[in-house]
């Protein structure tokens, strides 16, 4: 390869790595570019002549720029994103569900109706009876721990004892 011939490789090359940050954005492709940019430019003018040294200064370059600028570049020109949780307990919090089999505090023996499956359910206190609307409140492995929308029956070790103040 002539030095001519190497010398439009990096001009071209570079102003082509350039574009391609348009459709692949991350900024490595502009400091490619802006490197081979620039040693295509020092080339044309004859300041570099040697080819292995041109290849190496592009290397030097390009790595030099990436390491030196990039952090600048995504701490003030930061890409559109968003936050969503992942976590499809923290999603069902809150939820109203509608209680299909009687559910306790004692065991896992209750059900509820949601996102269209029965699942295991327990209250946090009482009994809420089928029908009722209940509130999600946590998950104990496969088993939905609620909180009655309405009128709860107290646990029968409540009724047993009376309040003393």
Known sequence: MDIETLTWVFL??????????????????????????????????????????????????????????????????????????ADEDYEAMDQIVEVTKPINDKDNSGRILFDGTSWQARSLEGTIKKGQKARIRYRENT???????????PPKDQLKQPNRN
């Open 143 to 153: 088993t939905w721990i609620v909180e009655s929308m309405g009128v709860i029956d």
């Open 12 to 85: 071209i090359g570079g102003i082509l790595l350039m574009l391609l940050e348009f459709l692949i954005p991350s900024g490595l492709a502009l400091f490619l570019g802006f490197s081979g940019l620039t040693i295509g430019i020092l080339r044309f003018f004859g300041i570099l002549t040697d080819p292995t040294l041109s290849v190496t200064a592009w290397l030097l370059l390009s790595v030099g720029l990436t390491i030196a600028i990039r952090p600048f570049i995504k701490k003030y020109l930061k890409a559109e994103s968003f936050f969503k949780y």
